[in-house]
């Protein structure tokens, strides 16, 4: 019979091994479900793993998506390390862009290079004020964080169904709920002449630098970690547990916020009910899949945006429901906190001796 | 009068939604487990409920299935936190984000069904009866089957052997091992029957309540309930009461509207998730109240023998 042994230590090994492990597994089931479907489980997983980076154009629209996941996970990964439940992070990018929509609004020319700090800043500061509404709740009411964040995702959206079919309505947009489209200087600048991708990219790359160097470089780093690992060691230690919770909301909802404002002024360039696609929850998955550290957040966001990607190619190309992406991103957390067993357990063979 | 008795009816059809639901979490949290994927489970379920309804014409055979849908998840659910100790937060936030994706991949052929040609409604009894009578005709049958699971979990944990060892695996797993229960499989058992009361009321919602499906249908019933537990201090009376309270507010709404009140749509759509963040903060602020009422172990994975 199978058991689980604990480890005298957890094994390092394993902790690298096992999101590959997870995806190994959910590639498997994949291509069960892809037969089961009646399609070619081959061209299924052509268009997940290789359509995605086959070319420059698929490779820019690859880093569209992984810059939200990126930027959102990384301020997630930090909350989760300090054990604080942010789910709500796709109310805080909601709120972000529409906080980074109102500025936009205002931009003309005479902005300049200012634009676009002011549209960003902006975006950051509305995630902040998300967030913090549930920090402050939670620090002096002592609401449960994980209920009140997700509660807050439901009224973000009513929030922006309001100034979209509201006061912000395009009055020549043919009574469509939208905004009208941001002025140019507003607009994220583009790195390549033709391609979607934006400087988003280097701005959540020097984001995880940044992320490295805050975790696991600085003493408030450190402090704002132990409270996740041992509440008790860092209360003796004199770290505020109340600041942690702050700090990791606040550095999460700006994060979510500035991915908000960077979408919103960014690829879609006006304030739509679209805006919400679901980045802050699969966020959660990528900052889990990525194992919490800035390093693999890169990874594990390019493989979620594939994720993305595959199953808008496997709606057009394959005549399956897009939201198959989202079968995936669920079975690909599930194995892996499975998986994940096997960094503090191995499996023995027989009888427990005793 | 009748317009009053109408609109109770049909705030406790909406209650009935969120109190099964809740009293199937509050099965899991007496024994020491959340489950966050309560929305997930709905979701399958509500979807696995249509479906048969659609092929079987049978409303019963919908809720049956819904059950199932939801005790399937829920059995996978407990035995990822209870035999391999995965963090039970972030196994049931995988488990409601795979619920959410799962139901609309599978569900995206039923969107355009519609139940109510097959289903056959049948004259209430109490339809002449005067001012009270047109409400109790609206009440769906569920709103019994949710009293009944009430009163039954009042008997369960407070009158029986098996509902007190239940809530001493809650209270103190470690001592309740050192008795000799089997601690694991209690909590397991606990938490297949919670996932299937999470899928009776997804089933509900879907085949009976509205009866369509959609994509995302629950908007948020399953954490609503999670909310509900510690509004109601894990106490069986008072959860049944907040989800009546909650189903009023759902159907405030569509009543204020109604009136023509000059209140924006937004904000009055809002209205039930601000309304679970205000009590969720009125009823968490006496951090003693709710240390005292909690199940002690809540959320926390048992090691037999460490």
């Known amino acids: 019979m199978l058991r689980l042994e604990p480890r005298p230590q957890p094994s390092t090994a394993w902790s690298y091994a096992s999101p590959l492990l997870a995806l ?276 594990s966001a390019i493989l979620m945006s594939m994720f993305y990607i595959g199953g808008e190619l496997a709606q057009s190309r394959l005549g399956l429901p897009k939201s198959i992406n989202g079968v995936f991103q669920g079975l690909l957390l599930f194995t892996l906190l499975a998986c994940d067993t096997l960094i503090q357990y191995r499996v023995v063979l027989g009888r427990r001796r005793s | 009068m009748e317009v009053f008795f109408l609109n109770v009816a049909t705030s406790l059809n909406a209650g009935t939604v969120l109190a099964i639901a809740a009293l199937g979490l509050l099965l899991n949290e007496k024994a020491g487990i959340v489950n966050l994927g309560a929305e997930g489970m709905m979701l399958c379920a509500a979807l696995a409920g249509f479906a048969t309804v659609v092929h079987t014409g049978s409303g019963l055979a919908g809720l049956a299935a819904g059950m199932v849908a939801g005790a399937v998840l829920a059995g996978i659910f407990g035995l990822l936190v209870i035999w391999l100790n995965t963090n039970q937060y972030a196994t049931g936030l995988a488990l409601s984000l795979f619920g959410v994706g799962f139901s609309a991949f599978a569900g995206v052929s039923y969107t355009r069904e519609n139940l109510s040609s097959k289903m056959v409604s049948t004259p209430s009894i109490w339809a002449d009866v005067p001012v009270i009578g047109p409400g109790l005709a609206r009440l769906d049958g569920m709103v019994w089957v949710g009293l009944a699971i009430m009163a039954g979990m009042i008997w369960f944990f407070y009158r029986t052997r098996a509902g007190l060892v239940l809530r001493s695996v809650g209270e103190n797993p470690d001592s309740a091992h050192a008795l000799g229960y089997p601690v694991r499989r209690i909590r397991w058992l606990a938490v297949v029957a919670g996932g299937s009361l999470c899928g009776l009321a997804g089933a509900y919602l879907s085949t009976v309540y509205t009866p369509l499906w959609t994509e995302g249908m629950t908007a948020g019933r399953g954490w609503i309930a999670l909310a509900l537990t510690t509004f109601a201090t894990w106490r069986p009376a008072r959860v049944l009461l907040g989800a009546y309270l909650f189903g009023a507010v759902t159907m405030m709404q569509f009543y204020l509207q109604g009136r023509g009140v000059q209140v924006s749509a937004e904000l009055l759509s809002s209205l039930p998730y601000l309304a679970t963040v205000i009590v969720l903060v009125l009823i968490s602020r006496n951090p003693v109240w709710i240390r005292t009422n909690m199940p002690a172990s809540i959320g926390k994975p048992f090691y037999p023998g460490s």
Not at chain 1, 72 to 82: D, H, K, P, Y
Not at chain 1, 105 to 113: F, T
Not at chain 1, 236 to 265: D, N, P
Request: hydrophobic share 55%.
């Open chain 1, 24 to 299: 190994a597994i959910t590639v498997v089931i994949g291509v069960v479900l892809f037969s089961v479907l009646g399609k070619d489980p081959v061209r299924g997983l052509q268009v997940f793993f290789w359509e995605p980076i086959k070319n420059g154009y698929a490779l820019s629209e690859l880093m569209v998506k992984a810059t939200p996941l990126m930027i959102i996970a990384l301020g997630l990964a930090l909350c989760f390390r300090s054990n604080v439940w942010n789910i709500g992070a796709e109310g805080q990018f909601v709120i972000g862009a529409i906080f980074a929509a109102g500025v936009a609004l205002m931009v003309d020319r005479s902005w300049g290079w200012l634009a676009v700090p002011a549209v960003l800043v902006a975006g950051v500061f509305g995630g902040m004020v998300w967030a913090g509404i549930t920090a402050l709740l939670r620090d002096r009411f002592n609401a449960n964080e994980i209920l009140v964040s997700l509660m807050l995702v439901y009224v973000a959206i009513q929030v922006l169904n309001y100034v979209v079919f509201g006061p912000w309505k395009d009055p020549m947009g043919f009574n469509m709920p939208q905004t009208p489209t941001f002025d140019r200087a507003a607009r994220i600048p583009r790195l390549f002449e033709g391609l979607r991708v934006n400087i988003g990219v280097l701005i959540s790359l020097a984001g995880v630098a940044l992320m490295w160097l805050f975790m696991f470089r600085t003493y408030a780093g450190y402090g704002q970690q132990v409270g996740g690992l041992a509440p008790a060691a860092a209360r003796y230690a004199g770290f505020s547990s109340r600041r942690a919770l702050w700090v990791a909301l606040l550095v999460s909802g700006g994060a979510a916020g500035l991915a908000g404002a960077l979408e919103v002024a960014g690829p879609i360039g006006q304030l739509t009910p679209h805006v919400p696609v679901g980045y802050g929850f699969a966020a959660i998955i990528v900052a889990f899949v990525g194992r919490l550290h800035p390093v693999g957040i890169v990874f």
